[in-house]
């Protein structure tokens, strides 16, 4: 018997009210578990083994086959998460992309600590609709997982030839930066674009999300980051729909001029990122 402490990242009911948990821990990476009539609001498995609680687990190994889940106690969950559709919409968007991309020999502690660091933001973050700080969570998560993966953009130098000095626009295709002389066709990618991108790769951990930034800003940023995530998810994950829908809504609302983090300076439109 052993115990071990991490996220539930999947769930997936069997016969006998019992379920097969996906568990993402920092030490021993993903991990599955034969959870025992945990389906069942009685067992002592039921509350530490529902998608989306960080739990302390009692697991044995037997027959060297799949690891048996004897007893769970939820830590920590994420009420407000659960308790609404846009968030829950995000959260569950976090999870799956979590469970395809992570695979063996990949070092999970900083990964468990960004999904926790993600689904605490928007765990006490406002729950209206018209709420920009889901479209930034997304943002951070996405992009500061791809570079935990070491499949990040490269933002620092042109990909082409190397130069660091000129760098003028992105290229999903060719992973990263393009500068002025190996580019001279695309439009260029604007300056507040470009910080914004690499403070959340470059940033110290608990700074993730401590920037300022523009709608268009982050609309545009998301749309970068999410073509370079799809180059590495080799499906659609079933949440990508339902979750675009949702954040849809909030772009839609924040059109209104809601936007609680709104440019009070409009002559200065570039590098509203602070560290
Ligand atoms: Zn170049």
Known sequence: MQEISGLIIK?????????????????????????????NYRSKSFSGTRIMCYSRLMVETR??????????????NFKNVESDITKMSLGCWFLQIIDILIKDNVNTSKILRLVLNCLH??????????NFELLIARLVFELRLLSYLGVSPNFSSCVQCGTTKFLRSISVKLGGMLCINCDTNSESTPNSILSLLK??????EKKIFAFKTSKKTIEIASGIVEKFLFIYLDIVPKSYKFMKEQLREILQNVDKDKYKYKDKDKNNDENKVLA
């Open 63 to 76: 027959n060297g086959q799949l690891n048996y889940l004897t007893s769970s106690d939820c830590i920590k």
């Open 199 to 204: 403070y959340i790769v470059l940033c110290e």
């Open 121 to 130: 933001y928007l765990d006490v973050c406002g729950s209206d609709n018209d």
């Open 11 to 39: 769930e997936v009911r069997v016969a006998n009210d019992s379920k097969i948990v996906t568990v993402l821990t920092a030490e021993f990476g993903k991990l599955q578990f034969w959870a025992q009539g945990s389906c």
